[in-house]
Antibody, heavy 122, light 113 residues
């Protein structure tokens, strides 16, 4: 059974950066896309971007272009999401999620991480 | 980009009654090459990540009770909970995965009357 385990909560100052990790257990890490989805307090779900580890080229949502970097480390089956130039509006729960089907960037998500709360406050 | 719109934003139903949630996409989610609708439904309870209920618009995920049913095609989809239980109190989201970027509806909160 695949599991995604994310890094712990973060508190950041405005203007700084945060890097969240998502470690996958189980087989086939390279062939399943990992997406990052965020949820501001009391709000809905917003896709930030995704990556298929075996191909390595991330795809980002328009809203986050220039501020987000998604990467993977195949040796540890870990995906990363780094968000820079943080502002208060970036305070949210950040989830990683695995696309169920292989070698496609966009799909439905059968496995989610537990979420990482990022708080941006001066 | 495809926009997903759910209705209603919230609904209150009595235990054992039916709940119906609608989801409309700004363009068809039906892929001609595989005749599948690229639409999923999720349930999210407080403090938890979303949980997959339905994919390909009508295929129930393993372990999901059969009171949850997905239907629809093209641009109009429905999630029906045939007999609402107390544990179904949650927010429900539809999501398209027809192309990039994927997108979610704004969510529908289901409460017990």
């Amino acid at each position: 059974q695949v599991q995604l385990v994310q890094s712990g909560p973060e508190v950041k100052k405005p203007g700084s950066s945060v890097k969240v990790s998502c470690k996958a257990s189980g087989a086939n890490f390279k062939r399943h896309a990992i997406s990052w989805v965020r949820q501001a307090p009391g709000q809905g779900l917003e896709w930030m971007g995704g990556i298929i580890p075996i191909f390595g080229a991330p795809n980002y949502g328009q809203k986050f272009l220039g501020r987000v970097t998604i990467s993977t480390d195949e040796s540890t089956s870990t995906a990363y999401m780094e968000l820079s130039s943080l502002r208060s509006e970036d305070t949210a729960m950040y989830y990683c999620a695995r696309v169920n089907d292989t070698v496609i960037l966009t799909g439905y998500y059968s496995t989610w991480g537990q979420g990482t709360l990022v708080t941006v406050s001066s | 980009d495809i926009v997903m719109t759910q209705s209603p934003d919230s609904l209150a139903v009595s235990l054992g009654e039916r709940a119906t949630i609608n989801c409309k996409s700004s363009q068809s989610l039906l892929y001609s090459s595989n005749t599948n609708n690229h639409l999923a439904w999720y349930q999210q309870k407080p403090g938890q990540p979303p949980k997959l209920l339905i994919y390909w618009a009508s295929t129930r995920e393993s372990g999901v009770p059969d009171r949850f049913r997905g239907s629809g095609s093209g641009t109009d989809f429905t999630l029906t909970i045939s007999s609402v239980q107390a544990e179904d109190v949650a927010i429900y989201y539809c999501q398209h995965y027809y192309n990039t970027p994927p997108a979610f509806g704004q969510g529908t909160r289901v409460e017990i009357k």
